[in-house]
């Protein structure tokens, strides 16, 4: 059974940086891109970035500026950074696997709420 | 802007088939990527529901169903039961962006 289990901190000020962590337990760490999709409130949902297992990384041109996706495969985790952030960067923050044949999104997190306010 | 679109809502009363469409382009659907759909209640994390443009995980009851034709996909839900009020997301890869994308969501409501 495969789980994904996220954590980081939810309460940012404008200008800090979002720091979110993702742990996979259960099945293989490769094989697989493992991504980042964010919701704002009332909103649909926004795909970050992936990262596979070898450090190879795809962003969200409309983010690359801002976002760094990171890989420990000897913990099989996963982050995100998300620098400078706004009251725009508000949203619900998943993670996800995206496996490589099918390219759809087969295990979510729980996901965490991430609030930029002053 | 959502790459993929989708109606913002559509409505059926109990019992009846409501069908939902997801249009992409040439860089995704078109280009032989298949159309993928998730649900999703209020509070949850959404939900794999069809993979593979037809193909239901294990327990999605059989009264969802997906079709794909050339840039466009679509998400049919016949015997509509008052459960099934929720959100739902279409989804594929892109060629030109090397990721997923989402169409916008459409809200299903159950008179």
């Known amino acids: 059974q495969v789980q994904l289990q996220q954590w980081g901190a939810g309460l940012l000020k404008p200008s800090e940086t979002l720091s979110l962590t993702c742990a996979v337990y259960g099945g293989s760490f490769t094989g697989y891109y493992w991504t980042w999709i964010r919701q704002p409130p009332g909103r649909g949902l926004e795909w970050l970035g992936q990262i596979m297992h070898s450090g190879t990384t795809n962003y969200n041109p409309s983010l690359k500026s801002r976002i760094t996706i990171s890989v420990d495969t000897s913990k099989n985790q996963f982050s995100l950074r998300v620098n400078s952030v706004t009251a725009a960067d508000t949203a619900v923050y998943y993670c996800a696997r995206l496996p490589l044949v099918d390219w759809n999104l087969d295990y979510w997190g729980q996901g965490i709420l991430v609030t930029v306010a002053s | 802007q959502s790459v993929l679109t989708q109606p913002p809502s559509v409505s059926g009363a109990p019992g009846q088939r409501v069908t939902i469409s997801c249009t992409g382009s040439s860089s995704n659907i078109g280009a032989g990527y298949d159309v993928h759909w998730y649900q999703q209640f209020l509070g949850a994390a959404p939900k794999l529901l069809i993979y593979?443009?037809?193909n239901r995980p294990s327990g999605v009851p059989d009264r969802f169903s997906g079709s794909q034709s050339g840039t466009s996909g679509s998400l049919a839900i016949t015997g509509l039961q008052a459960e099934d009020e929720a959100d739902y997301y279409c989804?594929?890869?892109?060629?030109?962006?090397?990721?997923?994308?989402f169409g916008g969501g459409t809200k299903v409501t159950v008179l």
């Open positions: 593979g443009n037809n």
């Open positions: 989804q594929s890869y892109d060629i030109s962006l090397s990721g997923v994308v």
